[in-house]
């Protein structure tokens, strides 16, 4: 799979596992010089193994590590990948640090990632910046008010962005997987990935994490003039959506 000629560099974030190391694997396979960012060297020993992967060990919410790790880098694409979800739950069960980590990781370091890097392409005339959101983001899932929050808010940016960049040959892709079966939402089922698979993952199909990894090569392989600006990828068994209408005085169940 061919690049536009001048991507020479990308930067992946959350590569050490699953989606993010197959974004890694498939774009230095393809002869890109890849940064892959994880919060430790330790967990991107497989990645960094890899021809072409630098490892960086950047804790992402953590502005001044952000600003030290990407110093004096040029990044053609960037590539929002990490995170997380905590719990699953109604946001009155939730604490109040957690609201502030799910935003951090998911909404505020990848719009800090885009500040930092988006200079060096407008200067450079070149550059992509893809971002995985969420289904959540876009359709109503139970006890996700503040991850959906987040990546609702993230498709925003992306679509502001647009906007503000065109001519500027800066590509800004989002894509919208639903359910793929990663450990993903293993802190939200304790830690019990048996639970979290028969849960989630043995009913219906979940998309895979190479899926979500080709969706990225599909969106840069497009000749410069073209942006697929948002990629909605679902499991064909999945469809969101419907409707509850709850009867006053019964307790509800998600």
């Known amino acids: 799979m061919s690049f536009p000629k001048t991507y020479r560099t990308a930067l992946v974030t959350g590569a050490s596992r699953g989606i993010g190391a197959g974004i890694t694997r498939n774009l230095a396979e393809a002869g890109l010089t890849v940064y892959a960012l994880a919060r430790s060297e330790a967990a991107l020993e497989t990645v960094a193994a890899l021809p072409g992967v630098r490892p960086l060990a950047c804790d992402i919410t953590r502005p001044e590590q952000m600003v030290e790790a990407l110093d004096g880098l040029e990044i053609d694409v960037l590539v ?26 998911n909404l505020t370091a ?56 065109a001519g500027k040959n800066i590509r800004f892709t989002e ?48 000749g410069e003039h073209a942006d697929i600006a948002r990629l909605d990828l679902s499991p064909t068994d999945q469809a969101p959506g419907g409707h509850v209408f709850p009867v006053p005085g019964e307790a509800q169940h998600s």
Do not use: C, W
Not at 80 to 105: D, H, M, R, W
Not at 120 to 145: D, E, K, N, W, Y
Not at 198 to 215: G, I, N
């Open 80 to 105: 929002n990948n990490a995170g997380a979800v905590g719990s699953v739950k109604p946001l009155s069960e939730q604490a109040l640090s957690e609201t502030a980590e799910t935003i951090a990781l």
């Open 110 to 165: 990848p719009l800090q990632l885009m500040q930092l890097l988006l200079p060096g392409m407008i200067a450079r005339q070149r550059g992509h910046v893809i971002s995985l959101s969420s289904s959540a983001g876009h359709a109503v899932f139970p006890g996700t008010t503040v991850y959906a929050a987040a990546k609702a808010a993230l498709s925003r940016a992306h679509e502001v962005l647009r906007y503000d960049m």
């Open 175 to 222: 894509i919208v997987p639903g359910r793929v079966a990663t450990e993903f939402y293993l802190q939200a089922f304790g830690g019990d990935a048996d639970k979290l698979n028969e849960t989630l993952y043995s009913k219906q199909r979940a998309l895979r994490p190479e899926d979500v990894a080709e969706a990225v090569m599909m969106a840069l392989s497009m």
